[in-house]
């Protein structure tokens, strides 16, 4: 398993669905983007573990998750999904895509809200998106951070 548990078919199909991205997509993402938000830094379409997240920043372990209409059916997944964030530290913010139509500012000011909470917590070890192993109880102490490559 690679350092960001990538794959050649995740990676592809992230790339897609930047590429094909849903207008309410790329409504909220141009508000996201570069840091415009409390100078946070999101990234669109994240693989994370068998999952891949509509908008995350890795700083502050926070997605968030735009809702269709296709979504009234899928609710046990949706939860399923944010149980296993969370139990990985990630926060999930979810919106219908008719609250960042109708309502944009609101959505920007639960997240910007969100991201001051999580902003003033104190910081916490975060483990990467494999489950970590039974035996270890504390893999932060019993493993070696990965060396630094640079940006």
Not at 91 to 99: A, G, K, P, Y
Not at 109 to 114: L, R, T
Request: aromatic share 8%; glycine share 8%; with cysteine.
């Amino acid at each position: 398993m690679s350092r960001f548990n990538r794959t050649l078919d995740k990676t592809g199909l992230a790339r897609k669905l930047r590429r094909d991205g849903t207008d309410v997509e790329m409504r909220l993402w141009q508000r996201l983007r570069n840091g415009q938000i409390c100078n946070t830094h999101f990234r669109r379409q994240h693989p994370a573990g068998r999952y891949i997240l509509d908008f995350y920043c890795p700083a502050l372990a926070l997605a968030v998750e735009l809702d269709g209409g296709q979504h009234t059916q899928m609710g046990i997944r949706d939860r399923e999904r944010d149980d296993w964030l969370k139990q990985r530290g990630v926060t999930v913010l979810r919106f219908w895509n008719s609250d960042v139509t109708e309502n944009l500012n609101g959505v920007l000011e639960v997240i910007a809200a969100k991201i001051g909470e999580l902003s003033s917590a104190p910081v916490q070890y975060r483990p990467r998106w494999h489950s970590p192993r039974v035996s270890d109880p504390h893999p932060a102490l019993t493993r070696r951070p990965p060396p630094f490559r640079g940006r």
